[in-house]
């Protein structure tokens, strides 16, 4: 394919992009990945290969060595190729499996987390997948199981011995996760009997449950030697693997605070300008973030009842689909389920709500829309939830994870014919892209109204901060009680969100700077291509999106000719 000149489409609508495969470089994409799925049946079944379903591999020594030299030897042969011969879908998908290959290679020798997070070791999400997904009948699906259910012993003695120097954190979150992994046994368990399979699998599966158990005990007998902070020296590279953004993580954290002090002062005047309203003749404080901070904590009370929280985020989907359409936003596909269910037990303990949407080669399965219930909160962790997540909040959260956010965007990545992207998703792009969503309704006008516009401006401010803190924590090392403050009296989050978000950054690195540092990318690239004539906002989202999970980096390069 030739290279598109932006001119050529000045006058007209923004095109989807148009894909060719040159002969050679769509075999060897696909003798890459078919080599993958050999090596990483996980990732196979992830991705929709259910073929794989049987295989089994362990997280031992040799398979590490095993994954090393297959990422060095497929580095160089894509390394050997010529850009000059390929179209721009081509040197885009190269350069993602390129940094893919070498990100893995840093994770190996580097980074090494199978070492010290224990919760690296969790084999339930194959598990409850290949069980609750209809690829096949359910007495096929159960024989599928078998090998890897049996392996569940083996399994857990490769990553006993895998780990050495570990956080306290991230073995708190393995021992919390462990009773979420017998739950899925225990449905294994159900399911089996349902279909005459109980003999086979019970002698497996009491095997299962001791190796499980018996993880934890050693995991309670550990003494951790790691603190969780990554450090300068491990933060820079893994945001250059993780984000590829054409900014350094040091670039990005002051950009994040210039952002931030821009949100606040917009949030000061419209907290100014409600303050009569909400708080009456009381006068406004002089001080900035008690005056926006005042405004909504009484905004707050107003939330869906606690029994509700689940059925209420369900209820809203059909209303922001039917926004998207009537503003002709971004265009649909019906035929994509997206259900909203409980959180897998598994699965908690990190974020609240998360998307978990079906691998390209199996895009007719369901999207799942996970969201942790109240139900194991006091009176008190409860009402502070559902004041974080109030009558505005809500639904902002469900445009970023639904629609037109994740959900939507994650289908549209699914329809590329490019596997590369849809399997080797960016994070930045993808979250920044949920992001970008939330401005995208408050500009179309949805929920117009002063209270949505300053709860949009404590949720950007969110995303800002979630980038300040994350490299605060890690790099420079911010301490707790600054954190809290952080998030509580300086961007107006629930003691209760805060102390979860503290959680998560002690989890987590890296991750939560994807939201702006994605966000910034895009937005800057819609604003340069808004100058351009014949610009249309459905057209330009349908073109970003065409090029499925790709760094926003190369995506704008190829939009801006």
């Not at 992009?17 to 002969?23: D, G, K």
């Not at 190269?94 to 190996?108: E, N, Q, T, Y």
């Not at 021992?175 to 086979?200: N, S, T, Y």
């Not at 499980?212 to 603190?227: E, I, S």
Request: glycine share 6%.
């Amino acid at each position: 394919m030739k290279r598109r000149q932006f001119a050529a489409l000045a006058a007209a609508p923004l095109a989807l992009p148009a894909w060719a495969t040159s002969p050679a470089f769509g075999p060897l994409t696909e003798r890459f990945l078919e080599a993958l799925w050999q090596l990483d049946p996980d990732a196979a079944v992830a991705a929709g290969r259910f073929e794989f379903a049987g295989r089994v591999t362990l997280p031992t020594a040799a398979q590490r060595e095993r994954a090393r030299s297959f990422c060095s030897d497929w580095l160089r042969r894509f390394e050997a190729v010529p850009e000059a011969q390929l179209s721009v879908s081509e040197r885009m998908d190269r350069a993602i499996v390129i940094g893919k290959l070498r990100s893995d290679l840093w994770r190996l020798g580097e980074l090494r987390e199978w070492s010290w997070n224990p919760a690296e070791h969790n084999p339930a999400a194959a598990l409850d997948l290949l069980l609750n997904t209809d690829y096949a009948p359910l007495p096929a699906r159960l024989k599928a199981l078998q090998p890897r259910v049996a392996a569940l012993p083996a399994y857990y003695r490769a990553a006993q011995a895998s780990l050495a120097g570990v956080t306290r954190e991230h073995t708190e979150l393995a021992i919390q996760q462990a009773p979420g992994v017998l739950a899925v046994l225990d449905d294994i368990a159900k399911r089996a009997d349902e279909a005459g399979q109980a003999a086979a699998f019970k002698p497996r599966l009491a095997a299962a449950r001791a190796a499980v158990n018996g993880y934890v005990a050693h995991l309670r007998q550990l003494k951790p030697t790691r603190g969780f902070r990554l450090g300068a020296a491990l933060y820079e590279p893994k945001f250059r693997h993780d984000i590829q953004s054409a900014r350094s993580a040091r670039d990005t954290y002051e950009l994040a605070q210039q952002r931030r002090e821009e949100v606040l002062a917009s949030m000061q005047a419209q907290a100014a300008q409600l303050w009569p309203t909400v708080m009456g003749s009381e006068p406004p404080p002089s001080d900035r973030f008690a005056l926006i901070g005042r405004v909504i904590d009484k905004l707050s009370a107003r939330h869906v009842a606690r029994e509700r929280f689940v059925d209420e985020i369900r209820a809203q989907i059909p209303q922001l689909e039917a926004w998207v359409r009537d503003h002709d936003l971004l265009s649909q596909d019906v035929s994509k389920p997206l259900a909203v269910r409980e959180t897998p037990e598994y699965q908690r303990g990190v974020a609240g709500a998360s998307i978990e949407a079906p691998g390209p080669y199996r895009p007719q399965d369901k999207t799942y829309y996970n969201v942790t219930p109240l139900d194991d909160l006091t009176p008190e962790e409860a009402e502070s939830s559902l004041r974080e997540y109030n009558h505005w909040i809500l639904q902002i959260l469900n445009i970023h994870e639904a629609i037109p956010g994740h959900y939507t965007q994650l289908v549209h990545a699914n329809r590329s014919p490019s596997k590369v992207k849809a399997l080797f998703g960016n994070g930045a792009m993808v979250e920044g892209w949920a992001v970008y969503g939330e401005r995208m309704m408050i500009e179309s006008g949805y929920g117009a109204s002063p209270e949505m516009t300053l709860m949009w401006g404590k949720w950007h401010l969110r995303s800002v901060t979630n980038t300040v803190l994350d490299y605060s924590v890690h790099v420079l090392g911010m301490s707790e009680a600054d954190a809290l403050d952080l998030l509580v009296r300086q961007a107006f989050q629930t003691e209760r969100e805060a102390k979860e978000k503290w959680r998560r950054v002690q989890l987590t690195s890296v991750q939560l700077t994807s939201y702006f540092s994605g966000y910034s990318e895009i937005f800057a690239l819609r604003e340069q291509l808004k100058a351009r004539p014949g610009f249309s906002l459905k057209a330009f989202h349908e073109q970003f999106l065409g090029y499925g999970n790709a760094p926003v980096r190369l995506i704008a390069a190829e939009m801006l000719g």
